[in-house]
């Protein structure tokens, strides 16, 4: 296979300085825009000072403002972006990064315009080929477990070895480590950190020990 020259504008070291500073990145999905500060303030300070907020919800781009706000030393990925129209959503309410599901070409040619590096959603060593030829370096797994998980990665390796990865979905607490032994993935994702029946408890120090415990045990 003939690998195409890497863009500039796909912002590999941006991402990996960001991917650096955490080993496990929460994904969150915010349903009440009054637990979205007190949410992101436990993580942030159990150690997870990076976090992935999809918008998935009625209020996540307010809730991704009012974190933005509250907590701007906090890394903040806009998540499950889907098309063009919500990439340009994230950059205005200040996304530092973009991260998506699955990739089209839309979002695939719309990122490397865009001020805010994309961490595209691939499954398949296609998918990764098609970010490949447009520059994309760094890439989430998704749906991870689901698609072959350690033993797909330790695959994609063999055509593909400068390729690095954020694996998420069905990651926990047990298998995390599996995937963080691996020379291609730069950190984890997942959203065993934030536990609906905690968040809905409103039980902020429990999640701020899940973070901790994440954060001491997967430290770089
Ligand atoms: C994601 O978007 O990354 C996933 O929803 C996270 O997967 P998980 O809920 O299985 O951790």
């Not at 809730?63 to 972006?81: D, F, H, M, Y």
């Not at 699955?102 to 296609?126: D, K």
């Not at 536990?195 to 997967?218: G, T, V």
Request: hydrophobic content about 40%; aromatic content about 8%; glycine content about 8%.
């Amino acid at each position: 296979m003939t690998i195409e020259k890497q863009l500039p504008s796909t912002r590999t070291t941006e991402l990996d300085s960001i991917c650096l500073k955490a080993e496990v990145i929460p994904v969150l999905a915010i349903q009440r825009i009054e637990d979205a500060v007190p949410l992101a303030r436990a993580l942030f300070e159990g150690g997870l000072t990076v976090l992935e907020i999809t918008l998935r919800t009625d209020c996540a781009l307010e809730a991704i403002k009012r974190i933005n706000e509250a907590l701007p030393q906090a890394s903040i990925g806009v998540g499950t972006v889907l098309t063009p129209a919500q990439y340009r959503q994230a950059e205005e309410v200040g996304a530092d990064f973009v991260v998506t599901p699955g990739t089209t070409e839309a979002l695939y040619r719309y990122g490397v315009t865009s001020p805010v590096p994309m961490l595209p959603g691939v499954a398949t060593v296609s998918e990764l080929m098609t970010g490949w030829q447009y520059g994309y370096r760094r890439f989430k797994f998704f749906p991870a477990e689901a698609s072959g998980g350690v033993k797909a990665l330790k695959a994609f390796a063999g055509p593909i070895p400068e390729a690095r990865f954020c694996p998420t979905g069905g990651i926990g607490i047990n298998n995390a480590e599996d995937y963080l032994a691996l020379k291609n993935v730069m950190c984890v994702g997942g959203s065993w950190l934030t536990p609906k029946s905690l968040i809905d408890a409103e039980d902020w120090d429990a999640i701020r020990s899940l973070a901790r415990e994440a954060a001491e045990r997967f430290h770089h």
